[in-house]
């Protein structure tokens, strides 16, 4: 396999971080992706590019260093330590204008919700 294949960074950038942080970073039109450890800044943007059809302007990346944890090795033995696996999450900036939607819900949903809620309402009114 190819070290610059792009399939293997597709499966891995499959939607942005859904979190209170990468909320606020939004307002600066910067997206967190999770990625693997192999991926580059070249292949971050043009798989973003191609899959929001977006521009991407800027591309930092970082690497979280896994956590210690320890194990069990029985019930007399001394626990050993492991490590968890390092992450690396890309915060893509994009050119003014462009946006991903990440927190908003499809409208297909959102118009079978107020179905039920009109449903409700209706039902509640006849009593």
Do not use: C, W
Request: without cysteine.
């Amino acid at each position: 396999m190819a070290k610059n294949d792009n399939t293997n960074i597709q499966l891995h950038l499959i939607e942005p971080r859904a979190t209170e942080k990468s909320y606020l970073e939004q307002t600066n039109r910067i997206y967190v992706f999770p990625v693997k450890r192999t991926a580059s800044k070249q292949e971050i943007a043009k798989m973003v590019e191609k899959e929001f059809n977006v521009t991407v302007t800027d591309v930092r990346t970082l690497i979280r260093n896994g956590k210690k944890t320890k194990y069990s090795k029985g019930k007399h033995a001394d626990p050993g330590i492991t490590h968890r696996q390092d992450k690396k999450f890309a915060y893509v900036r994009l050119k003014k204008g462009d946006s991903i939607k990440v927190f908003d819900e499809p409208e297909s949903e959102t118009s079978a919700k107020e179905a039920k809620k009109a449903d409700k309402n209706a039902g509640k009114e006849k009593k």
